[in-house]
């Protein structure tokens, strides 16, 4: 079962590969937790393992072959996890979308992942009917009987009941460097672009270099959606050590604590403000009545020695990115304010002006880096030469990220260099949004910008000039936009101008709305008491 090659840089399949590593599980602890759910029920290797393979016999008699790409579209459940393992049991790439995503950015990821085979929430398959499916030709429903949609082939989840017997032998040994998942990240400049990871990305991503206080012996929290890094990372880091996951549903601070205790969750990944909240709950004798011994605390507060003492569990920080592999992390209980944390062995870092130049230590620039190892980051941006091109140019892939590092080797996030917005958690393309309120009549141009959120991360801010002689109610606008974008990518606020401001070879000022932020004639939907509801979706 090796692979075929004697670099020990690169990991064996039987370490990687998911297949490989969850036959290996089945038979080793089959009656081991993998993964916990909040309600107290569990799931052990061998029955899932056994459930992977029939879903695997499904999507092969679907024609599901071996180097197809395959769309997930569904919120965090076990079933999910069920048809992810099931597509790479195949030597299929599976390929899991935002639940958020509808219209033109739905019929763009459609596209662009190339796939003929959707597995999807029964909730969400309507929103295919209206957009350019590209080469989709069936559509499997999970969580209820599936309406039709003209075009598609709609079969319900029995589909996934296959028998293990009937699933063919593969073309060939699926190896380390083959593609696992190719996961969307939000563009800056242009359209979402599909992040190509392997076996080994992953493997290396989530490996002991990178986390090496995880062992079999814990369970680690599902804290973000599966069509995320931040939910892929923990399914893969515990599955490579034979240890569980919890999953638990969206975080909520109220529910946090007894979700621990249900599952007897060890480590929890709190990204933006889900530390604060936390921070925040009136001291109780409960405060460390809990099996929590591990947080990693994205980004790092400043009281992260607080919460430590009064939860009694370690904490670490660290900085990741879906294309790369957690190439800086802290000690744990770091004492130095702001940290990202010191480079891991096996990645190599540099921080370098607009002409790959290294700077010197305190100045600030753009991160990039490269591996040691083959294959232990992206390979790319799927089916777009162009951007991959742009990012891994002179060998080194660039982040678009800016940096800065102190005497000690130090790492601190400064800002992003690109146009992307971070909203609660979700990547945001200001390009995207702006495609969207262009489409409105009334708007001439536009620009979408970042400005700071009392919470924590950004809040979107969308500056517009209408055409001449019309006018334009922000309010109309948000509601034109609602059936267009996604929940989190609604602007909150909304500035209408005559004209943007721009240089003189007519590129909008981006710098200047943003220093000019929230201005007194900046439409603000909060204050205008106007509530965006999220999309609940059925597993």
Avoid at 221 to 228: E, I, K, Q, S, T
Wanted: glycine share 6%; charged share 25%.
């Amino acid at each position: 079962m090796s692979a075929t090659t004697s670099d020990p840089r690169i990991p064996p399949r039987e370490t990687c590969v998911t297949r490989h590593v969850l036959e290996h599980r089945a038979k080793a602890t089959p009656d081991r937790d993998y993964i916990r759910l909040a309600d107290g029920t569990t799931v052990a290797y061998g029955a899932f393992a056994a459930s992977v393979e029939r879903a695997a016999a499904g999507l092969a008699a679907l024609g599901v072959k071996q180097g197809d790409t395959v769309v997930v579209w569904s919120p965090n459940s076990v079933e999910m996890v069920r048809v992810w393992f099931a597509i790479n049991w195949l030597g299929a790439i599976y390929v899991p979308i935002n639940t958020a995503y509808r219209g033109n950015l739905l019929a763009h990821v459609i596209a662009n992942a190339d796939a003929r085979v959707i597995v999807a929430s029964v909730d969400l398959i309507p929103r295919l009917a209206d957009i350019d499916r590209a080469s989709l030709e069936t559509v499997v429903a999970l969580g209820g009987p599936p309406a039709p949609v003209a075009g598609l082939n709609v079969v319900g989840a029995a589909a996934l009941d296959g028998d293990p017997a009937t699933i063919p032998a593969l073309a060939r040994p699926i190896e380390p460097w083959d593609v696992q998942s190719i996961i969307y990240t939000s563009g800056t400049t242009g359209r979402s672009k599909g992040v190509v990871s392997t076996y080994a990305h992953l493997w290396h991503m989530s490996g002991p270099q990178a986390f090496n206080m995880l062992d079999e012996d814990d369970c680690m929290m599902v804290c973000g959606p599966l069509f995320h890094v931040a939910g892929t990372l923990p399914i893969v880091a515990m599955l490579n050590r034979g240890g569980a996951v919890s999953m638990v549903g969206d975080f909520e601070t109220e529910k946090f604590w007894p979700a621990v205790r249900a599952t007897r969750t060890t480590f929890a990944i709190l990204l933006g403000v889900m530390a604060a909240f936390l921070a925040k709950r009136p001291p109780s004798p409960e405060d460390r009545n809990h099996t929590l011994k591990k947080a990693m605390m994205i980004p790092l507060p400043d009281d992260s020695r607080d919460f430590a003492q009064r939860f009694g569990v370690d904490v670490w920080t660290l900085f990741n990115m879906t294309e790369i592999n957690v190439p800086l992390i802290s000690q744990p209980n770091p004492g130095v304010v702001g940290t990202c944390g010191k480079p891991r062995a096996g990645v190599e870092l540099r921080i370098v002006d607009e002409n790959d130049c290294e700077v010197a230590v305190g100045v600030v620039g753009e991160l990039m880096l490269r591996a040691e190892a083959p294959w232990a980051l992206n390979s790319g941006y799927f089916r777009n030469d162009e951007a991959t091109a742009k990012a891994w140019r002179n060998g080194w892939f660039h982040t678009g990220d800016a940096f800065r590092r102190d005497a000690d080797d130090n790492f601190f996030f400064v800002d992003r260099m690109k146009d992307a917005i971070r909203r609660r958690g979700e990547n945001i393309s200001s390009f995207e949004v702006e495609v969207e309120i262009l489409a409105h009549p009334a708007v001439r141009e536009c620009a979408v910008v970042a400005v700071p959120s009392e919470l924590s991360e950004d809040d979107v801010l969308a500056i517009v000039a209408t055409a001449p002689g019309a006018k334009l109610d922000p309010l109309e606008l948000l509601e034109f936009l609602k059936p267009r974008l996604a929940h989190f990518m609604l602007p909150r606020y909304i500035r209408v101008m005559s004209d943007l401001p721009r240089t003189p070879t007519q590129k909008v000022e981006k710098y200047v709305l943003r220093q000019q932020g929230l201005t007194p004639d900046t439409w603000d939907r909060d204050k205008a008491g106007v509530k965006i509801r999220r999309d609940r979706i059925r597993a």
